[in-house]
């Protein structure tokens, strides 16, 4: 069942032709079905929809509390996508960094901002179990 299983989620843009620029010649995202109203992205086997809103949009005072993201479970993988947002010159919000060194729950980050103030996490952990274990560490994003 679990190759089945897809993640959906929506978020507010303001324009698709801005949006096809960022995540599909960008991010390197497939289009599915759009009009000039909504996009359906194939987000590395996810499914993100893009919405265009008239609502006036506002950037959060940094990642928390609301970023999306993806978790690569091979390094490469990792160095491949950032590879790909630095070529292609995407706007980072925090560049490339490592969190909690030498610990059960130590992985590389780095986060893009869109042009519509959606943040973007992409992430690789360095222990493949620290994704949902680890529940004896409290130490969540950024101390």
């Known amino acids: 069942m679990q190759n089945s299983i897809r993640f959906h989620l929506a978020i507010p843009v303001t324009n698709i032709p801005e949006a096809k620029q960022f995540y ?3 991010l390197g995202c497939e289009i ?3 009009n000039d109203q909504a996009m359906i992205l194939n987000f590395y086997g996810h499914q993100v929809v893009c919405h265009v809103t008239k609502e006036k949009l506002t950037e959060q005072k940094g990642i928390y509390p609301r970023h999306f993201g993806l ?3 091979n390094e490469n993988d990792w160095e491949i996508i950032l590879n790909r947002c630095q070529n292609n010159k995407l706007k980072f ?3 490339p960094k490592l969190r909690f060194p030498a610990e059960l729950t130590e992985h590389k980050t780095f986060f893009l901002q869109d042009p519509f103030l959606n943040f973007l996490e992409f992430k690789f ?3 493949y179990e620290a994704i949902f274990d680890g529940r004896e560490f409290s130490a969540i994003g950024d101390r």
């Open 24 to 26: 599909c010649e960008g």
């Open 32 to 34: 599915g079905r759009e």
């Open 71 to 73: 978790i690569f479970t």
């Open 93 to 95: 919000y925090q560049q």
């Open 125 to 127: 952990y360095r222990h």
